[in-house]
């Protein structure tokens, strides 16, 4: 089995900011929708009572009291694709609007909402329309794709890290009786260990992928930690394992998989869940420990669903991991 270097043990994927709130998503408002803003959206007599309005449909279920909160386009800003990440963005926005919030007035015809202790700027601005104040989804829109953009494709590189460690510490020791070898499965069959995570009771030693895990499991994911399901998005991200490496790798083509077994390297790809919604960026990892990246456009899912080995050639580049 060859030798490669090691990556830092699960890198922490808790650096999500109140910031991007419960907004996941963005769309271009056009001019049609923009005609129907009296209709549709609601108008407020001051921004403090906009700001209140917000907070009680950020409450409710669906997205029907939001999408009349903030106007226009907005039904794009609630939904990214991730359910669970959606969910999370909300009860964040929710506890840190509880905590603390004022309005910050820039000049006599918009306000910024500040939310939580730290007072971080939620990303949409209240404007006035005559005597009336309404949410500016549309000036908006650019930060907030910009901010989830960015968050989503870090942890995905992160995890892309976290499987490198977790492969390395599985291949450190013969997990079988089969001799040494890396792992084909996210998750073990019940009973065995052979997946990079299985249940360990207190005082045991925990799994490769234990930490990672047990860290998805306490944000909501649920259902892609209890069954290889690569379909689940994690974090706006849909992830695949590699079967073999071609040619533009470092150590030349070869496959990983030998007589049943993953000896010869491994390989992990990731895709956005929702192209330009949910991350733009797709990524490739393999034993050598180099995250790379790039733009594969609206077709990044697919193309990675279909993808069976690691070959960073044309088009990739090393992505910046931080």
Same mark, same amino acid.
């Given at each position: 089995?060859?030798?490669?270097?090691?990556?830092?043990?699960?890198?922490?994927?808790?650096?999500?900011?109140?910031?991007?709130?419960?907004?996941?998503?963005?769309?271009?408002?056009?001019?049609?929708?923009?005609?129907?803003?009296?209709?549709?959206?609601?108008?407020?007599?001051?921004?403090?009572?906009?700001?209140?309005?917000?907070?009680?449909?950020?409450?409710?279920?669906?997205?029907?009291?939001?999408?009349?909160?903030?106007?226009?386009?907005?039904?794009?800003?609630?939904?990214?694709?991730?359910?669970?990440?959606?969910?999370?963005?909300?009860?964040?926005?929710?506890? #840190?609007? &509880?905590?603390?919030? /004022?309005?910050?007035?820039?000049?006599?015809?918009? *306000? +910024?909402?500040?939310? =939580?202790?730290?007072?971080?700027?939620?990303?949409?601005?209240?404007?006035?329309?005559?005597?009336?104040?309404?949410?500016?989804?549309?000036?908006?829109?650019?930060e907030i794709l910009n901010r989830r953009i960015g968050e989503n494709e870090?942890?995905?590189?992160?995890?892309?890290?976290?499987?490198?460690?977790?492969?390395?510490?599985?291949?450190?020791q013969d997990r079988d009786g089969n001799g040494l070898q890396y792992a084909?499965?996210?998750?073990?069959?019940?009973?065995?260990?052979?997946?990079?995570?299985?249940?360990?009771q207190e005082g045991e030693v925990t799994s490769p992928m234990g930490p990672?895990?047990?860290? #998805?499991? &306490?944000?909501?994911? /649920?259902?892609?930690?209890?069954?290889?399901?690569? *379909? +689940?998005?994690?974090? =706006?991200?849909?992830?695949?394992?590699?079967?073999?490496?071609?040619?533009?790798?470092?150590?030349?083509?070869?496959?990983?998989?030998?007589?049943?077994?993953?000896?010869?390297?491994?390989?992990?790809?990731?895709?956005?869940?929702?192209?330009?919604?949910?991350?733009?960026?797709?990524?490739?990892?393999?034993?050598?420990?180099?995250?790379?990246?790039?733009?594969?456009?609206?077709?990044?899912?697919?193309?990675?669903?279909?993808?069976?080995?690691?070959?960073?050639?044309?088009?990739?580049?090393?992505?910046?991991?931080?």
């Amino acid at each position: 089995m060859p030798i490669h270097r090691s990556c830092s043990r699960y890198p922490s994927l808790i650096f999500f900011t109140v910031t991007t709130c419960f907004l996941i998503g963005v769309g271009t408002i056009s001019s049609s929708q923009a005609e129907d803003r009296a209709i549709r959206q609601m108008m407020f007599a001051s921004p403090d009572e906009a700001a209140a309005a917000l907070f009680r449909a950020a409450q409710s279920s669906g997205t029907d009291a939001l999408e009349r909160v903030l106007g226009p386009g907005s039904e794009q800003l609630i939904s990214s694709g991730d359910q669970i990440y959606d969910e999370a963005m909300r009860e964040k926005f929710l506890k #840190a609007y &509880a905590k603390s919030h /004022r309005l910050r007035k820039d000049d006599p015809i918009r *306000s +910024v909402l500040l939310i =939580g202790e730290e007072e971080y700027p939620f990303p949409i601005p209240l404007v006035a329309e005559g005597v009336t104040w309404r949410f500016d989804s549309e000036a908006g829109a650019d930060e907030i794709l910009n901010r989830r953009i960015g968050e989503n494709e870090h942890a995905a590189m992160r995890v892309m890290l976290a499987y490198v460690a977790a492969q390395m510490e599985y291949a450190s020791q013969d997990r079988d009786g089969n001799g040494l070898q890396y792992a084909r499965r996210f998750l073990s069959t019940p009973g065995n260990k052979d997946g990079l995570f299985w249940p360990t009771q207190e005082g045991e030693v925990t799994s490769p992928m234990g930490p990672l895990v047990a860290e #998805a499991r &306490a944000e909501g994911y /649920r259902r892609g930690t209890e069954q290889n399901d690569a *379909s +689940v998005p994690y974090h =706006g991200y849909v992830f695949k394992m590699l079967d073999g490496q071609g040619s533009a790798a470092k150590s030349g083509a070869r496959d990983f998989v030998v007589n049943g077994r993953m000896i010869g390297g491994f390989g992990l790809a990731a895709a956005p869940a929702e192209y330009g919604n949910s991350g733009i960026m797709s990524f490739i990892v393999n034993q050598d420990g180099t995250v790379y990246e790039q733009d594969l456009g609206p077709e990044s899912r697919m193309l990675v669903a279909e993808m069976k080995e690691y070959d960073p050639g044309e088009g990739w580049h090393a992505a910046d991991v931080d």
